[in-house]
């Protein structure tokens, strides 16, 4: 791989797409790398990832302009098709994804970083769809993730003005869950890294068959109304039992011997 780093420490893998000269810009290379990459990473062992860029100043500052300046119609048409296609993957990827994002995340850097399960920004980081600055739309997602996320009038906003926003003001229309700020004299990207894979650490230790389980059901059920919701998380929840996970922690929880109820369950992925 050129372009994408793989790290795996205990139970937590993290990626960093590795272009730093170009700000980690999203060309086809770039993508093709982080598909192989989901598609390689080993399920049975990790059960969170963290997905950041390389280096100080961006997370990843859009889609590669330079690759994009001469497509034609139906190759963009294409370019934008290869881009949802990763982003869908991680989006719908078995375990949780968190952004851990360090700079600027622009067009599909905010796509991108809007396809995990939970964004943790530095106090560096910078967000925006500028696309329409460029002569385009959003491409990878953003009309439908932002306005989802965010609502679509304050999507709107950003989409037509193509206005970046700070990590505070992100955090303030519900874009990120988090500003990490580091300590006095301290590094922003390390900051937020090392927060993300913290957070990463903690959901690693929790039932890996109830933490895929809920991510589905909160997926699947936002894209049907509630009466269909409801029956996927019935169906889900169903899902969970008879799995060694919850028979030792319920077990653990209802013994009166107060040692074994606080035992922390080892966690399997059965
Ligand atoms: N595509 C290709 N190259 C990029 C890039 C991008 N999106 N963003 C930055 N780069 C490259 C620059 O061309 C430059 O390369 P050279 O050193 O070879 O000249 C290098 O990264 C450093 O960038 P700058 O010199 O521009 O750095 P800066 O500090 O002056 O500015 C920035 C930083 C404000 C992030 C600026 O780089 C910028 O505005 N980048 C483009 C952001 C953008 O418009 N993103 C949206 C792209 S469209 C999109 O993403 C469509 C979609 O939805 C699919």
Known sequence: MEYILYEVSDKVGTITINREKALNALNSQVLDELSATLDAVDLNEIRCLVLTGAGEKAFVAGADIA????????????????????????????IPVIAAVNGFALGGGCEIAMSCDIRLASDTAVFGQPEVGLGITPGFGGTQRLARLIGAGMAKQLIYTARNIKAEEAYRVGLVNDVIKPEEGASSKDAVLAAAQKMAAG????APIAVRASKKAINDGLQVDMDAAIVIEEKLFGSCFETKDQGAAMANFLEKDKEKKLKVVPFENK
């Open 67 to 94: 690759e994009m300046s001469s497509l034609t119609k139906a190759e963009a048409e294409a370019f934008g098709k290869k881009g949802n296609d990763v982003f869908r993957k991680l989006e719908t990827f078995p």
């Open 203 to 206: 959901i690693a230790k929790q």
